[in-house]
């Protein structure tokens, strides 16, 4: 399946059980959000990451790309929800380039965007929400979306696009970029 030009495609469900182990998990290691070897610096003071593995050129390219030393503690858990939700995109062989963990506080916003550099031009870039409310809107084009926690989705980084948490709560995304390796796509 390629890049698709909509705005979200919505991938299935993702088990309350996996949804449930990932938060709790996530939960108990609420001081990756503040680590120097986990953290990754964007212009959106809102919003946190978590990285687990990252292109080692970015923004230059998305290959290659490496773990970070926290993935050992991680992979038996996400391991299996890329392999599922990258499966139902039908790429065949294909390989990660980002892995993380993103947080948008409360009241927090980030600003309309377009994911221009060369390493978002190829990757499918996939939500899978942990938690969120209703009042979490993804707009994209201006179209705005929410996306309920239970299910994966494949989001279209490359039209403009933001969020914006009108709530009192965290919304935490499972966040993955995934691309065919070269000559195995279906």
């Known amino acids: 399946m390629s890049r ?15 949804i449930s182990s990932l938060s709790e998990k ?4 609420g001081h990756l959000w503040a680590s120097d070897t986990t953290r990754f610096m964007t212009s959106f003071p809102s919003a946190e990451h978590i990285v687990l593995k990252f292109p080692d050129n970015y923004p ?9 030393r926290i993935w050992a503690e991680w992979e038996h858990l996400l391991s299996p929800v890329i392999a599922e939700v990258a499966g139902r995109l039908r790429l065949g062989a294909f390989e990660t380039s ?7 506080n409360p009241g927090g916003r980030i600003p309309t965007h377009i994911d221009a550099n060369p390493s978002s ?29 239970g299910r994966a989705y494949e989001v279209n980084n490359l039209l403009p696009h ?25």
Request: aromatic residues 8%; hydrophobic residues 40%; glycine residues 4%.
């Open 98 to 104: 980002k892995i993380m963990f993103t947080r948008l």
């Open 121 to 149: 031009a190829v990757p499918h870039k996939i939500h899978v929400p942990l938690t969120t409310h209703p009042q979490v809107i993804f707009h994209i084009e201006d179209v705005p979306h929410h996306l309920p926690v």
């Open 26 to 29: 996530l939960s108990a290691s």
């Open 162 to 186: 933001s969020v914006e948490n009108n709530s009192d709560t965290e919304r935490v995304h499972f966040i993955f970029d995934c691309f065919p390796v070269a000559g195995q796509a279906e």
């Open 60 to 68: 230059s390219s998305h290959t290659p790309a490496s773990y970070r």
């Open 4 to 18: 698709f030009d909509g705005h979200i495609r919505d991938l299935g469900e993702v088990a309350p059980a996996v």
